[in-house]
């Protein structure tokens, strides 16, 4: 079941804020054209080809079929070049806007898309229509949502790359001991909390269970936006802060009361709760499709789900990242990147990408029976539906957002007065979002 909230579907406004350094825009007008060349340059000399820089910072199995693609691109014809530069992700944050500001940055880059939005009103990273336009490139096989995300004033400005919604992954071995078979999953969150009780295992009964029939971060704000829209409400909604409704309180009320259960331990982040299933001491966790080469590195079987529903409907979030035009791309680079991209997103190449990557395909024709090699991925195209971007769109402050959510979410597993600190959450996030009007 879809989320009955309509916002998660409507493409996001430009921000009130500016999201990245100012006076950068007049500087990258005046870029240079793509990859140092002159226009008209093929940019490979008299070869003939035209050479499109890509950057991105996958590094392990994912950059391996990335690059594994520019490859095969390369080799599929002789027109262009895709030359891909592998950087930290932090090393391209700190480069992207004055690389590109002199013309020497990419002409194609990976970035999210709360980043993508932050660029675009800079004009590092210009429209993409044209390319939704071609119907060469099908991308009407493309999901909806997940084009809307980078659709800015009716422009889409960034091109699908990889989307993996969150699931919850659980111990097979767990599951079969406990007599819990496919009919048993979970598809509400009553059952899912029961089912974490039934779960959890404490020898002693001191209260500090040996294995947690569950592993949720409490330490950071991660799912609380998701839980949230679950419930039918949402933490920020068309510029304005809705946190405190007595609807959400009631949301998190639930899961006050869920969690003096004892399933689950409290004050940990998502790494360490991701770190006690892979050690065998939960049952489950919620996390994206990398934790599949995470339990493969320490021999644990795992099986996976769809976040079960709240009462408003299954959601769940995403990791996102697309692929983003830059403002120094010329019209050659311009045709090479959108051709490389065509190829990126065919059928054929989504099917390898999903196949090693263990990322859902980005297009809706691709079947689990296409991928059956990776029982996990097929399983995940049916969550890709239900899953979004969290805190998208608000004009900027994420990081002191995420902290005050952070100090809500201890209060929704430790106990206190959630209408109070609710409240008091509210204010402090709409004090954050008022810098950036």
Not at 38 to 56: K, L
Not at 206 to 225: H, M, N, Q, R, V
Request: aromatic share 10%.
């Amino acid at each position: 079941m879809s989320p009955s909230t309509p916002a998660l579907r409507r493409p996001a406004r430009r921000p009130r804020g500016v999201l990245l350094a100012a006076g950068t825009a007049a500087a990258l007008t005046l870029a240079a054209c793509s990859s140092g060349t002159d226009a008209g340059d093929s940019g490979d000399g008299d070869s003939g080809t035209t050479t499109v820089s890509v950057w991105h910072g996958f590094t392990e199995a994912d950059g391996d079929v990335v690059n594994q693609l520019a490859d095969e691109f390369n080799a599929s014809q002789d027109e262009y070049e895709i030359s891909v530069e592998v950087n930290p992700w932090n090393v391209i944050t700190d480069k992207l806007l004055p690389a590109v500001s002199a013309g020497n940055g990419p002409d194609l880059v990976v970035q999210p898309a709360d980043a993508g939005e932050g660029y675009v009103n800079q004009g590092v990273f210009v429209p993409m229509d044209s390319f939704y336009e071609n119907p060469e490139n099908e991308t009407d096989s493309y999901y909806p949502h997940v084009v809307d995300y980078a659709t800015f004033d009716g422009s889409r400005y960034a091109v699908p790359m990889a989307y993996g919604p969150f699931s919850v992954w659980y111990n097979t071995e767990m599951f079969a001991e406990a007599g819990i078979t496919e009919d048993d999953v979970p598809t509400t969150w009553e059952e899912w909390v029961a089912l974490a009780d039934e779960l959890t295992v404490d020898e002693n009964g001191d209260g500090e269970p040996e294995i947690y029939g569950l592993a949720l971060p409490d330490a950071d704000g991660t799912f609380l936006p998701s839980f949230i829209q679950a419930g039918g409400g949402s933490v920020y909604t068309d510029g304005d802060v809705t946190l405190d409704t007595p609807q959400n309180v009631e949301t998190l009320q639930w899961w006050q009361d869920a969690y003096e259960g004892g399933w689950g331990p409290t004050n940990v982040t998502l790494p360490e709760a991701v770190d006690l299933f892979k050690a065998g001491k939960a049952a489950m966790t919620v996390i994206g499709p990398w934790i599949i080469t995470g339990a493969e590195s320490v021999g644990l079987d795992i099986d996976v789900f769809e976040m079960p529903a709240g009462p408003e409907g299954v959601v769940t979030q995403a990791a996102a990242n697309y692929w983003w035009l830059t403002s120094q791309a010329d019209e050659q680079t311009t045709a090479g990147a959108e051709a490389f991209l065509r190829y990126y997103n065919s059928h054929d190449s989504q099917v390898l990408w999903a196949q090693q990557s263990y990322y859902p395909p980005n297009r809706t024709d691709i079947t689990a029976d296409q991928i059956g090699d990776t029982p996990f991925v097929g399983t995940m195209i049916d969550h890709t539906e239900n899953s979004y971007i969290r805190m998208y769109g608000i004009p900027g402050g994420l990081t002191d957002v995420n902290a005050e959510l952070s100090t809500l979410n201890t209060t929704v597993t430790q106990g206190g007065d959630l209408a109070a600190v609710t409240t008091e959450t509210a204010g402090s996030i709409a004090d954050i979002l008022s810098r950036f009007e």
